[in-house]
């Protein structure tokens, strides 16, 4: 066994090996594209070849080669490039959505629109006039760009942008609370996901929470008796991810509004998903729109950019002239600024905006949770059709494929009751097969790219409402790989 390590190749050959190999066939004698040194760098090469000499040395160890034959480099390379193609890839990658959650939180929640995409990548490669005011060549400012948008669009006296709306309620309270008081319903202390706290958020400002009401009712009274020299402002949030049903109450914006005005206190509104436009005419109601919130008397309010508005990531802040001077003077700006490519995907996103049609037919979040049952229908049997008639276990019957109906969500928080009807490509390993529901689940997060699905009812559900019909065959490509018929 000793003298089967020495017959190891040395890490040089390996990677002058790899190094040489500009491409190759794969079984399907297809080309293989991986000029693996081109594009990573080599340092990572050269540990991923330790790495997988290292493996190597623990098999001679177990036992596993008979002979030195098979240590050659010859022998042992289409391995090791696996091995080295597998850990060379970026671990932060592209995968196929079949969950059906259109804003997924954990799967990067919304797509950008084609015009956006091409807008980040614009202002990523290019220098640009992010700060610099082309009518006077002078200094300008980087929230100009989006600020007339803004206000059209929900029609706010003024509006800037943030990086993510939690640093907008954030940077809100900062500016108008801190240090006194702001009263809130208890009913609407909600946690948003990933351990973000609304009360917690709003302790860091420095802001002091002033709870009322009952955690299921809240009376405009209680607002009333809470009012203290010390009050800064009101604040309603809306309760994202969950509804109160039964003996509830709370108290509306307008009502809240007049309140406040007789006492010369702001209404804080923090909409969460916030969308421009309303959805009742497709199965979702309920979702208050910016517009309504400012119109209905908020003097600020704050949604997200990624969440139903189907932008990049940012917190919107939009509301009465003073005091969004104030919070753009606010320190605490300059450290929650937006980048540049997200300013751009959201100009772009916010001007579909303009013509609410083009909006529902170019922003990807709309298009998929607007989805109507015949097409997801037609998408389910043509992706059930494919991989019926192109994977090999479905062909000798160890992979059932039926469509089903199903439900998918919005996600995001949005529309938390919503139940968005779909068809669903059921997958159902027979009796036999080598593999069952859930490794077949679990070995397609292994994929390339991995594909993420769900398990309901003992089959794995492929979603077409989260997946782009240019992806059908991708799904199929995964599910060989998972299948091992690569
Ligand atoms: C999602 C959400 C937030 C946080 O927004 P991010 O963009 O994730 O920072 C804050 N408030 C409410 C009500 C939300 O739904």
Redesign the pocket.
Known sequence: MTTLFRHLPAVDQCLAALAADTGRLDKALRPVLHPVLHSVPRPLVKDLVNEFLNLVREEIRAGAFADEAQLSLAALYPRMLAYVRQGAKPRFRRVLNATGVVVHTNMGRSLLAPEAVAAVSEAAAHYSNLEFDLATGERGSRYAHVEALLCRLTGAEAGLVVN????A?LIVLDTLCQGREVIVSRGQL?E?GGS?R?PEVMAKSGAILREVGATNRTHLRDYEQAITLETAAFMK?????FRQVGFVKEVPLCELKTLAATFGLPVIE????GSLLRFDADGLPGEPTAAESIAEGADVV?F????VLGGP?A?IIVGRREIIERIKKNPLNRALRIDKMTLAALEATLRLYLDPELARGRVPTLCMMTRTLTSLRAQAARLAGLLKKRLPWCLDGRLEVSVRRGVSRVG??AFPEADLPTALVALNPREGAPMNVDGLRQALLATDPPLVARVEDGALCLDPRTLDSSEHTLVLDALRQALGES
């Open positions: 993510n709306n939690a640093a309620v909600v948003i973000f609304i949030v809306h309760t994202s991810n923090d909409l969460g998903s704050t997200s950019g990624d969440k990531q917190g995001g928080g």
